[in-house]
Nanobody, 128 residues
Framework: DVQLQASGGGSVQAGGSLRLSCAASGFTFDDYAIGWFRQAPGKNREGVSCFSDSDGSTYYRDSVKGRFTISSDNAKRTVHLQMNNLKPEDTGVYYC?????????????????????WGKGTLVTVSS
Protein backbone atom coordinates (compact mmCIF):
# COMPACT_ATOMS: atom_id res chain seq x y z
CA ASP A 1 0.00 0.00 0.00
CA VAL A 2 1.49 3.33 -1.09
CA GLN A 3 1.23 6.03 1.57
CA LEU A 4 2.69 9.30 2.76
CA GLN A 5 2.59 10.42 6.36
CA ALA A 6 3.22 14.03 7.33
CA SER A 7 4.16 14.95 10.87
CA GLY A 8 5.81 17.68 12.90
CA GLY A 9 3.13 20.33 12.98
CA GLY A 10 2.35 22.31 16.09
CA SER A 11 1.76 25.71 17.59
CA VAL A 12 4.55 28.25 17.81
CA GLN A 13 4.94 31.97 18.25
CA ALA A 14 6.07 34.17 15.42
CA GLY A 15 9.79 33.81 14.91
CA GLY A 16 9.79 30.20 16.02
CA SER A 17 10.71 27.07 14.08
CA LEU A 18 9.17 23.75 13.19
CA ARG A 19 10.44 20.78 11.23
CA LEU A 20 7.91 18.87 9.19
CA SER A 21 8.59 15.33 8.02
CA CYS A 22 7.02 13.34 5.21
CA ALA A 23 7.58 9.59 5.39
CA ALA A 24 6.89 7.25 2.51
CA SER A 25 5.73 3.68 2.86
CA GLY A 26 5.22 1.15 0.11
CA PHE A 27 7.53 3.01 -2.28
CA THR A 28 10.77 4.98 -2.41
CA PHE A 29 11.34 8.56 -3.57
CA ASP A 30 13.71 7.49 -6.38
CA ASP A 31 13.40 10.14 -9.11
CA TYR A 32 10.12 11.38 -7.63
CA ALA A 33 8.99 14.97 -7.30
CA ILE A 34 8.06 15.59 -3.66
CA GLY A 35 6.17 18.67 -2.62
CA TRP A 36 4.88 20.47 0.43
CA PHE A 37 1.59 22.29 0.16
CA ARG A 38 -0.47 24.23 2.64
CA GLN A 39 -4.02 25.40 3.01
CA ALA A 40 -4.91 28.29 5.26
CA PRO A 41 -8.45 28.69 6.59
CA GLY A 42 -10.71 30.03 3.87
CA LYS A 43 -8.00 29.92 1.23
CA ASN A 44 -7.02 27.65 -1.60
CA ARG A 45 -4.23 25.14 -1.24
CA GLU A 46 -0.87 26.46 -2.42
CA GLY A 47 2.46 24.92 -3.20
CA VAL A 48 5.15 25.86 -0.69
CA SER A 49 8.25 23.95 -1.70
CA CYS A 50 9.33 20.89 -3.61
CA PHE A 51 12.31 18.65 -4.23
CA SER A 52 13.25 16.70 -7.33
CA ASP A 53 14.96 13.46 -6.35
CA SER A 54 16.13 13.01 -9.95
CA ASP A 55 18.51 15.98 -9.91
CA GLY A 56 18.30 17.43 -6.41
CA SER A 57 16.71 20.68 -7.57
CA THR A 58 14.35 22.55 -5.29
CA TYR A 59 11.66 25.19 -5.47
CA TYR A 60 10.36 27.63 -2.86
CA ARG A 61 7.51 30.06 -3.17
CA ASP A 62 8.66 33.63 -2.74
CA SER A 63 7.09 34.14 0.67
CA VAL A 64 9.14 31.34 2.27
CA LYS A 65 12.49 31.81 0.52
CA GLY A 66 15.30 32.18 3.01
CA ARG A 67 13.16 30.78 5.83
CA PHE A 68 12.19 27.26 4.71
CA THR A 69 14.54 24.49 3.63
CA ILE A 70 13.49 21.21 2.04
CA SER A 71 15.73 18.16 2.32
CA SER A 72 15.57 14.46 1.58
CA ASP A 73 16.79 11.38 3.40
CA ASN A 74 16.43 8.58 0.88
CA ALA A 75 17.65 5.92 3.25
CA LYS A 76 14.79 6.73 5.58
CA ARG A 77 12.35 7.50 2.76
CA THR A 78 11.69 10.86 4.36
CA VAL A 79 11.53 14.44 3.17
CA HIS A 80 11.79 17.26 5.68
CA LEU A 81 10.71 20.87 5.60
CA GLN A 82 12.64 22.99 8.07
CA MET A 83 10.65 26.15 8.76
CA ASN A 84 12.40 29.01 10.53
CA ASN A 85 11.30 32.51 11.42
CA LEU A 86 7.69 31.47 11.12
CA LYS A 87 5.05 34.13 10.54
CA PRO A 88 1.32 34.12 11.30
CA GLU A 89 0.65 33.93 7.56
CA ASP A 90 2.39 30.54 7.52
CA THR A 91 -0.52 29.12 9.50
CA GLY A 92 -2.37 26.30 7.80
CA VAL A 93 -2.61 22.58 7.24
CA TYR A 94 0.53 21.33 5.56
CA TYR A 95 0.42 18.37 3.20
CA CYS A 96 3.14 16.42 1.48
CA UNK A 97 2.67 14.87 -1.91
CA UNK A 98 4.74 12.95 -4.41
CA UNK A 99 4.64 11.81 -8.00
CA UNK A 100 6.98 10.04 -10.39
CA UNK A 101 8.17 12.08 -13.38
CA UNK A 102 6.30 11.57 -16.63
CA UNK A 103 9.25 12.18 -18.89
CA UNK A 104 8.32 15.75 -19.82
CA UNK A 105 10.24 17.52 -17.04
CA UNK A 106 12.59 16.86 -14.13
CA UNK A 107 11.56 20.08 -12.34
CA UNK A 108 9.32 19.34 -9.37
CA UNK A 109 7.42 22.64 -9.72
CA UNK A 110 6.01 21.40 -13.01
CA UNK A 111 4.17 18.63 -11.16
CA UNK A 112 2.31 20.76 -8.61
CA UNK A 113 -1.00 20.20 -10.37
CA UNK A 114 -0.36 16.51 -10.97
CA UNK A 115 0.78 15.00 -7.69
CA UNK A 116 -0.39 11.37 -7.47
CA UNK A 117 0.18 10.49 -3.83
CA TRP A 118 -1.02 12.66 -0.95
CA GLY A 119 -0.57 12.34 2.76
CA LYS A 120 -2.87 13.56 5.48
CA GLY A 121 -2.08 17.05 6.63
CA THR A 122 -0.36 18.33 9.72
CA LEU A 123 -1.51 21.57 11.30
CA VAL A 124 0.85 24.49 11.76
CA THR A 125 -0.35 27.41 13.85
CA VAL A 126 1.78 30.53 14.23
CA SER A 127 0.62 33.15 16.70
CA SER A 128 1.71 36.76 16.73
Amino acid sequence: DVQLQASGGGSVQAGGSLRLSCAASGFTFDDYAIGWFRQAPGKNREGVSCFSDSDGSTYYRDSVKGRFTISSDNAKRTVHLQMNNLKPEDTGVYYCAATPPDGTSWYCRDYFLGMDIWGKGTLVTVSS
